[in-house]
Protein backbone atom coordinates (compact mmCIF):
# COMPACT_ATOMS: atom_id res chain seq x y z
CA UNK A 1 0.00 0.00 0.00
CA UNK A 2 1.18 3.22 -0.70
CA UNK A 3 1.53 6.67 1.63
CA UNK A 4 -0.25 8.95 2.91
CA UNK A 5 -1.26 11.58 0.38
CA UNK A 6 -4.62 13.33 -0.16
CA UNK A 7 -7.08 14.01 2.27
CA UNK A 8 -10.12 12.81 3.18
CA UNK A 9 -12.49 15.69 2.50
CA UNK A 10 -10.70 15.61 -1.14
CA UNK A 11 -11.99 11.82 -1.69
CA UNK A 12 -15.23 12.47 -0.93
CA UNK A 13 -17.90 14.70 -3.27
CA UNK A 14 -22.11 14.79 -3.19
CA UNK A 15 -22.65 13.55 -6.47
CA UNK A 16 -22.65 10.25 -8.14
CA UNK A 17 -20.71 9.98 -11.64
CA UNK A 18 -21.73 6.40 -13.95
CA UNK A 19 -18.15 5.30 -15.14
CA UNK A 20 -16.55 6.39 -11.31
CA UNK A 21 -14.61 4.66 -9.23
CA UNK A 22 -16.60 1.55 -8.18
CA UNK A 23 -16.64 0.22 -12.31
CA UNK A 24 -13.19 1.44 -12.66
CA UNK A 25 -12.33 -1.43 -9.49
CA UNK A 26 -14.66 -3.68 -11.01
CA UNK A 27 -13.01 -3.34 -14.65
CA UNK A 28 -9.09 -3.30 -13.24
CA UNK A 29 -9.39 -6.24 -11.23
CA UNK A 30 -11.25 -8.56 -12.91
CA UNK A 31 -8.96 -11.21 -14.12
CA UNK A 32 -7.50 -11.10 -10.19
CA UNK A 33 -11.18 -11.59 -8.75
CA UNK A 34 -11.35 -14.47 -10.99
CA UNK A 35 -8.03 -16.03 -10.07
CA UNK A 36 -8.13 -15.54 -6.77
CA UNK A 37 -11.69 -17.44 -7.12
CA UNK A 38 -10.19 -20.50 -8.39
CA UNK A 39 -7.28 -20.53 -6.10
CA UNK A 40 -9.84 -20.40 -3.25
CA UNK A 41 -12.03 -23.31 -4.58
CA UNK A 42 -9.68 -25.58 -4.04
CA UNK A 43 -10.22 -25.77 -0.21
CA UNK A 44 -12.52 -28.29 0.58
CA UNK A 45 -14.90 -26.57 2.80
CA UNK A 46 -16.55 -29.89 3.88
CA UNK A 47 -13.67 -31.02 5.73
CA UNK A 48 -11.89 -29.44 8.87
CA UNK A 49 -8.61 -29.63 7.84
CA UNK A 50 -9.42 -27.70 4.12
CA UNK A 51 -12.18 -25.31 5.97
CA UNK A 52 -9.29 -24.38 8.93
CA UNK A 53 -6.66 -24.11 5.47
CA UNK A 54 -9.26 -21.63 4.04
CA UNK A 55 -9.67 -19.25 7.58
CA UNK A 56 -5.53 -19.43 7.95
CA UNK A 57 -5.73 -18.18 4.07
CA UNK A 58 -8.03 -15.17 4.91
CA UNK A 59 -6.57 -14.75 7.81
CA UNK A 60 -3.13 -14.13 6.60
CA UNK A 61 -4.59 -10.95 4.58
CA UNK A 62 -7.33 -9.66 6.05
CA UNK A 63 -5.42 -8.99 9.15
CA UNK A 64 -2.84 -6.94 8.32
CA UNK A 65 -4.99 -5.22 6.00
CA UNK A 66 -7.68 -4.08 8.32
CA UNK A 67 -4.83 -3.16 10.93
CA UNK A 68 -4.02 -0.77 7.95
CA UNK A 69 -7.02 0.49 7.15
CA UNK A 70 -7.64 1.47 11.10
CA UNK A 71 -4.16 2.90 11.24
CA UNK A 72 -4.90 5.01 8.25
CA UNK A 73 -8.31 6.43 9.77
CA UNK A 74 -11.02 4.69 7.59
CA UNK A 75 -13.46 5.33 9.91
CA UNK A 76 -13.22 9.21 9.11
CA UNK A 77 -14.24 7.64 5.55
CA UNK A 78 -17.17 4.83 6.58
CA UNK A 79 -18.85 6.01 9.51
CA UNK A 80 -19.60 2.00 10.03
CA UNK A 81 -15.90 0.54 9.85
CA UNK A 82 -16.03 -0.91 13.42
CA UNK A 83 -19.47 -3.15 12.13
CA UNK A 84 -17.19 -4.06 9.37
CA UNK A 85 -13.92 -5.07 11.32
CA UNK A 86 -13.89 -9.30 10.85
CA UNK A 87 -10.60 -9.31 12.54
CA UNK A 88 -12.20 -10.84 15.69
CA UNK A 89 -14.52 -13.17 13.69
CA UNK A 90 -11.74 -15.06 11.91
CA UNK A 91 -9.39 -14.97 14.81
CA UNK A 92 -12.40 -16.62 16.87
CA UNK A 93 -13.55 -19.27 14.45
CA UNK A 94 -9.48 -20.67 13.61
CA UNK A 95 -9.38 -21.09 17.47
CA UNK A 96 -12.51 -23.28 17.82
CA UNK A 97 -10.58 -25.43 15.09
CA UNK A 98 -7.44 -25.63 16.38
CA UNK A 99 -6.11 -23.41 14.49
CA UNK A 100 -3.62 -20.06 15.06
CA UNK A 101 -3.77 -17.14 12.80
CA UNK A 102 -0.08 -16.09 10.55
CA UNK A 103 -0.72 -12.81 9.38
CA UNK A 104 1.10 -11.47 6.47
CA UNK A 105 3.83 -8.89 7.46
CA UNK A 106 1.87 -5.35 8.31
CA UNK A 107 1.25 -2.76 5.31
CA UNK A 108 2.09 0.73 4.54
CA UNK A 109 -0.52 3.26 5.47
CA UNK A 110 -3.00 3.44 2.37
CA UNK A 111 -3.94 6.95 1.20
CA UNK A 112 -7.78 8.03 1.32
CA UNK A 113 -7.96 6.47 -2.32
CA UNK A 114 -5.81 3.58 -1.85
CA UNK A 115 -8.03 2.78 1.29
CA UNK A 116 -11.07 2.62 -0.96
CA UNK A 117 -9.73 0.16 -3.31
CA UNK A 118 -8.61 -2.23 -0.02
CA UNK A 119 -12.21 -1.66 1.16
CA UNK A 120 -13.60 -2.57 -2.16
CA UNK A 121 -12.30 -6.03 -2.36
CA UNK A 122 -12.86 -6.77 1.31
CA UNK A 123 -16.40 -6.26 1.44
CA UNK A 124 -16.92 -7.91 -1.80
CA UNK A 125 -15.26 -10.73 -0.34
CA UNK A 126 -18.33 -10.34 2.20
CA UNK A 127 -20.77 -11.40 -0.71
CA UNK A 128 -18.70 -14.60 -1.74
CA UNK A 129 -19.26 -15.67 2.29
CA UNK A 130 -22.99 -16.23 1.94
CA UNK A 131 -21.97 -18.73 -0.54
CA UNK A 132 -19.05 -20.80 1.22
CA UNK A 133 -21.23 -20.59 4.27
CA UNK A 134 -23.69 -22.89 2.97
CA UNK A 135 -20.69 -25.59 2.11
CA UNK A 136 -19.39 -25.14 5.64
CA UNK A 137 -22.65 -25.74 7.16
CA UNK A 138 -23.73 -28.68 4.97
CA UNK A 139 -20.56 -30.67 6.61
CA UNK A 140 -21.24 -32.89 9.18
CA UNK A 141 -18.37 -31.96 11.24
CA UNK A 142 -20.63 -30.05 13.91
CA UNK A 143 -17.38 -27.92 15.10
CA UNK A 144 -16.79 -26.24 11.48
CA UNK A 145 -20.82 -25.43 11.52
CA UNK A 146 -20.32 -23.74 14.90
CA UNK A 147 -16.78 -21.97 13.45
CA UNK A 148 -18.51 -19.64 11.39
CA UNK A 149 -18.16 -16.22 12.71
CA UNK A 150 -16.15 -14.85 10.01
CA UNK A 151 -18.52 -16.23 6.93
CA UNK A 152 -21.47 -14.93 8.79
CA UNK A 153 -20.72 -11.48 9.60
CA UNK A 154 -22.26 -8.61 8.58
CA UNK A 155 -25.50 -10.61 7.95
CA UNK A 156 -28.54 -8.51 7.74
CA UNK A 157 -26.88 -5.14 7.56
CA UNK A 158 -26.57 -3.26 4.56
CA UNK A 159 -22.67 -2.98 4.32
CA UNK A 160 -22.32 -3.38 0.37
CA UNK A 161 -25.15 -0.83 -0.60
CA UNK A 162 -23.31 1.61 1.80
CA UNK A 163 -19.62 1.06 0.61
CA UNK A 164 -21.03 1.35 -2.98
CA UNK A 165 -22.37 4.60 -2.37
CA UNK A 166 -19.15 5.85 -0.92
CA UNK A 167 -17.41 4.43 -4.13
CA UNK A 168 -19.88 6.50 -6.38
CA UNK A 169 -19.71 9.26 -4.69
CA UNK A 170 -15.35 9.35 -4.74
CA UNK A 171 -14.13 12.44 -6.72
CA UNK A 172 -10.47 11.49 -7.42
CA UNK A 173 -7.80 12.71 -9.79
CA UNK A 174 -6.50 9.84 -12.15
CA UNK A 175 -3.36 9.63 -9.74
CA UNK A 176 -6.03 8.87 -7.05
CA UNK A 177 -7.79 6.67 -8.96
CA UNK A 178 -4.77 4.67 -9.94
CA UNK A 179 -3.94 4.61 -6.23
CA UNK A 180 -6.87 3.07 -5.47
CA UNK A 181 -7.06 0.23 -8.48
CA UNK A 182 -3.26 0.09 -7.29
CA UNK A 183 -4.04 -0.91 -3.88
CA UNK A 184 -7.32 -3.04 -4.13
CA UNK A 185 -4.95 -5.42 -6.48
CA UNK A 186 -2.20 -5.39 -3.89
CA UNK A 187 -5.10 -6.72 -1.78
CA UNK A 188 -6.20 -9.20 -4.59
CA UNK A 189 -2.15 -10.17 -4.43
CA UNK A 190 -2.36 -10.64 -0.21
CA UNK A 191 -5.03 -13.04 -0.56
CA UNK A 192 -3.36 -15.11 -3.42
CA UNK A 193 -0.08 -15.22 -1.44
CA UNK A 194 -2.16 -16.10 1.80
CA UNK A 195 -3.48 -19.18 -0.10
CA UNK A 196 -0.36 -20.49 -1.27
CA UNK A 197 0.96 -20.39 2.24
CA UNK A 198 -1.80 -21.85 3.98
Not at 42 to 60: H, I, V
Request: with cysteine.
Amino acid sequence: MHAPAASTEAILAPSVRSGGLRDRLRTATAAAHTSLDTTFSSFDLQTRRGYRRFLKASAAALLPVEAALADAGIAAILSDWRQRVRSGAIVADLAALGGVARPLPPLRRPTPAGALGALYVLEGSRLGARHLLKRVVASTDPAMAAATCYLRHGTGLPLWPRLLAVLDAAALTPSETDNAIGDALHVFALFAEGAHRS
